[in-house]
């Protein structure tokens, strides 16, 4: 017996049902604190009344979230010795709390933190390496803000483009993702994650959130198995096999089952097929929504019962006190074993034993000098850096020479939380007293890098109005250039629903009387989703693509506006140019249009995979053996040159098609991708090596299987052909 299970059981022994309900019990910060749950009283106050009816009355085995905004470090170390003190002292079993925050892209909600890019542009980067980077420097800053466990990384595939969640996600691709999720977790988790700067991760949210049938956030997903298991389990599996400790159930209903509820996702799927050993929690409130918003349960009592014996381990209750109760009572009238309670106590605790919890419930804060640290902030900016797309470039308008007059104007010039996104401060990221002080938005960076004396502001729009276009046109006439910053607020979840992808047309507006002055326009887009743009794409000359590239996107932009730095970020996503046209690269050959007599397809406004550089790249020597008999790996190389005058990093690609299969095949999948770095004139030849299971699908049997056949390969604009035997 290891030494963790010895003393889990030891201690298991020790426990009573009391104490193993509240173990299952997770509330939010809100439940100690002074006020009303999310409208809590500032300054942010616990109420000792209320810690010990949650802690040591109800004996909760976990806390989560901040109470509206962030808080200074020190708020955090009274926070969490107040808790650890109470549970170690004077709750029953002496258990610490296990403390649970989204830490999504840096420790977002500690003041001062280092913010990385947002998932979907970290996936923009193409550089696995920067998602361990985001998540070592995530996890030091969250462990130095107390808490040892985060929400993240979302492995849900961004598929659909009006999903107010589309930019918590690594993209649209299973490669891509799966790839972003294990480096993710290597940097949460590291290889010991009892190490102080280590966090605990966790994958959510498990399974089919991101499909939302109507695009709507927490709306109805059909799924079917196929799809299921081909494009939504690989990220989570990837995530698994990564070693992540901890899984949160997706809040939506999968073909009319909520997740919550289903034995066959959480327990025949989750733990029985994918091996899963580790925690899994619900997500906010979710339990209550299966009696008051799904309906297939009639009260409280009855959701619990489900959800449990689905295979639920910890409730995030998150505002109330009567989970473990009715949890209790279910037990003791034998409608919920005692097996399954003591399977999830189980897990809950080698969570914390593997954390450290029981020797460390926390660090001091002296432990942590790298806090927001330079080092952190130029990993972060190296990021936001690799993470910004540049889109059109026509007759080279970019890059800008740093004596051009420049009007900056559009509602995301001058506004960081249109860098940030969402869990940025606040839930919603959308209150700029909580940015980092002295973080410059596009604008300020724009004026730190050229002088203030070369550029003049004006608003022209809000998101949605019009404020002033006719002024920026006007001072459009005294400028060079036009750098029109475009796109959305910051949002997530429900709030973040919308009803038309379009970008408002005030914004659109704003860029047409740009337009009209003739002087050159940059499109700079900052969003988290694709806005659709097809009516003012072609006024513009030159479009730079953000994603929500974090605290230092301003500066990362104002590089590439002025060649301090060559483009490299590619696209995660297939941008839309139709609102709709929404298929994804990898869709079916009769995924078809027909316009002026002809059968096209997919027109979208920017391909995955997409994005210039100011260098050029040509590719050559495109090998690979005409046969393979699939007992060895296949090797696939190209050679690769920069033929233009700068050093540059490219994203080799490597897309292969199946020519014949049983289940229509893609046009085209990814199957490898390597991002190399190039010194003009320079050549490398880039090699792949393919296995069997590279080129399997989803059979009609719901079954993986690789088809002997042709297959054609695809890197660059060079294809080949090979055949599998
Ligand atoms: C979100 C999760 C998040 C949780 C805790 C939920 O509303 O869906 O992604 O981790 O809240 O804040």
């Known amino acids: 017996m290891t030494d963790r299970n010895r003393f889990i059981k030891d201690l298991m022994a020790k426990m009573d049902l009391k104490d193993k309900v509240g173990e299952m019990t997770q509330v939010a910060i809100d439940v100690i604190s002074k006020g009303k749950p999310q409208k809590l009283v500032e300054p942010h106050t616990l109420v000792k009344t209320r810690m010990q009816d949650a802690i040591v009355k109800h004996r909760v085995g976990s806390i989560l979230n901040v109470g509206g905004h962030a808080y ?75 808490i040892p466990w985060n929400f993240s990384p979302v492995c849900d595939l961004g598929y659909d483009p009006r999903w107010s969640r589309l930019w918590e996600g690594f993209g649209e691709d299973v490669l ?120 297939v349960a009639k009260d409280y009592k009855d959701a619990i019962r489900l959800s449990v014996n689905a295979g639920l381990d910890m409730a995030m209750v998150p505002f109330d006190l009567k989970f473990p109760v009715l949890l209790k009572e279910l037990v003791e009238e034998g409608k919920v074993p005692m097996s399954r309670i003591n399977e999830s106590v189980k897990r809950i605790l080698n969570v914390k034993y593997d954390l450290g919890l029981f020797e460390n419930p926390y660090y001091p804060k002296e432990d942590y000098k790298k806090f927001g640290s330079k080092a952190h902030t130029k990993a972060a900016f190296e ?95 005294q400028a060079d250039v036009i750098i029109a910053c475009v796109g959305e607020y910051s949002y997530t979840e429900k709030p973040g629903d919308i009803d038309d992808l379009t970008l408002p047309k005030a914004q659109q507006e704003l860029v047409h009387s740009l337009a009209k002055t003739g002087k050159p326009v940059i499109l700079i887009l900052a969003e988290g989703r694709p806005r659709i743009i097809n009516e003012i794409e072609p006024k513009a000359n030159a479009i730079i693509g953000s994603f929500y590239p974090g605290n230092e996107g301003g500066r990362a932009i104002a590089d590439i506006l002025f060649g301090d730095y060559n483009p490299n970020g590619k696209m995660p996503f297939t941008y839309p140019k139709f609102i709709n046209g929404l298929e994804r690269y990898d869709h079916k050959g009769t995924d078809l249009v027909y316009i002026d007599s002809e059968m096209t397809n997919f027109r979208p406004q920017f391909e995955f995979g997409f994005g210039l550089s100011y260098t050029t790249f040509n590719y050559s020597s495109l090998k690979v053996e005409p046969v393979w008999d699939g007992t060895r790996e296949l090797e696939i190389s190209v050679d690769v040159k920069n033929t233009g005058k700068i050093a540059g990093m490219e994203v080799v690609q490597l897309y292969i098609a199946d020519l014949v299969a049983s289940i229509t095949p893609s046009v085209k999948k990814l199957k490898g991708f390597q991002k190399i770095n190039l010194e003009p004139g320079k050549s490398k030849s880039v090699t792949f090596k393919i296995t069997l299971p590279d080129l399997a699908f989803v059979g009609l049997d719901n079954q993986w299987i690789t088809e002997a056949g042709e297959f054609e390969v695809m890197i660059g604009n060079l294809k080949k052909k090979f055949e599998l035997q």
Not at 207 to 224: E, H
Not at 255 to 262: I, K, L, M, R, T
Not at 416 to 433: F, K, V
Request: net charge neutral; charged share 25%.
């Open 176 to 295: 891509l993702a799966s790839e972003m999720v294990k480096a993710a977790v290597k940097g949460y988790q590291g290889n010991d994650v009892s190490n102080k700067n280590k966090v605990a991760a966790c994958l959510k949210h498990f399974m089919g959130y991101s499909m939302p049938l109507s695009g709507k956030d927490r709306s109805p997903a059909w799924i079917p198995e196929r799809k299921l298991r081909e494009y939504v389990m690989p990220p989570f599996q990837a995530g698994i096999d990564a070693g992540a400790k901890t899984v949160m159930i997706c809040s939506g209903e999968v073909n009319g089952e909520p997740v919550h509820a289903s034995k066959w996702i959480l327990t025949d799927l989750l733990r029985k097929e994918m091996g899963f050993e580790g925690l899994v929690v619900s997500d906010w409130e979710d339990i209550h929504f299966l009696y008051t918003r799904h309906r």
């Open 72 to 146: 200074t470090r020190e708020h955090w170390y009274e926070i969490m010795k107040s808790i650890q003190e109470l549970a170690t002292k004077e709750k029953k079993s002496g258990i610490p709390v296990l403390y649970g925050i989204d830490a999504i892209h840096g420790a977002n909600y500690t003041q001062q933190a280092t913010l990385f890019p947002q998932q979907l542009a970290l996936a923009a980067t193409w550089n696995p390496s920067l998602a361990t980077k985001m998540g070592e420097v995530s996890s030091y800053e969250t462990r130095a803000s107390t």
């Open 383 to 477: 990021a936001a850096l690799e993470s910004i797309v540049l889109l059109k470039n026509e007759k080279k308008t970019l890059p800008l020479s740093k004596n051009t007059k420049v009007l900056v104007t559009g509602p995301t010039a001058n506004l960081l939380s249109a860098l940030n996104g969402g869990w940025t401060g606040t839930w919603q990221g959308d209150e700029p007293e909580y940015d980092t002080p002295g973080k410059p938005a596009i604008l300020e960076a724009i004026q730190k890098k050229i002088g203030k004396e070369n550029v003049t502001f004006v608003e022209g729009t809000t998101f949605d109005k019009n404020v002033n276009t006719e002024k920026a046109a006007t001072a459009a006439e």
